[in-house]
């Protein structure tokens, strides 16, 4: 089983929606994504870090699924435009990240479009 769909267990065993548009529980999400984040950043050690690095996770995919997205669907579409930065030859920044290509930022638009459509099939399930 997906992470992903781990994580709705846990929503559903909280009395948690995952596929629809929830306000007030979007809020609580962004409470815990910057608990959540904070622990990480002060995390003393790596044993720590990586526990915190996986909370994060878990809290992210709540925000998510509180969207009434389901975050494969989005994290695919993410990938797909992450994938085409290193398509061709890759260019990296000074820290070693790799540079956004002419090809993903000709993309965005299209992915964001497909996230927006994925945020109307959640409000529709809403209603």
Request: glycine residues 4%; aromatic residues 8%.
């Amino acid at each position: 089983m997906s992470i992903a769909k781990r994580q709705t267990e846990f929503m559903q065993a909280a009395s948690q929606t995952t596929d629809i548009y929830n306000f007030d529980q979007l809020g609580l999400y962004v409470d815990l994504i910057e608990e959540e984040f904070n622990e990480f950043a002060n995390a003393d050690g790596l044993e720590h870090s990586l526990k915190e690095s996986a909370d994060l996770i878990v809290v992210l995919l709540g925000f998510m699924y509180s969207a009434g997205i389901d975050p494969d669907k989005l994290m695919n579409l993410v990938f797909d435009n992450n994938m085409l930065k290193v398509k061709e030859k890759p260019e990296y920044d000074r820290k070693g990240k790799v540079k956004k290509s002419q090809a993903s930022i000709a993309a965005k638009a299209k992915m964001m479009e497909e996230i927006g459509k994925l945020l109307d099939e959640a409000d529709e399930n809403a209603n």
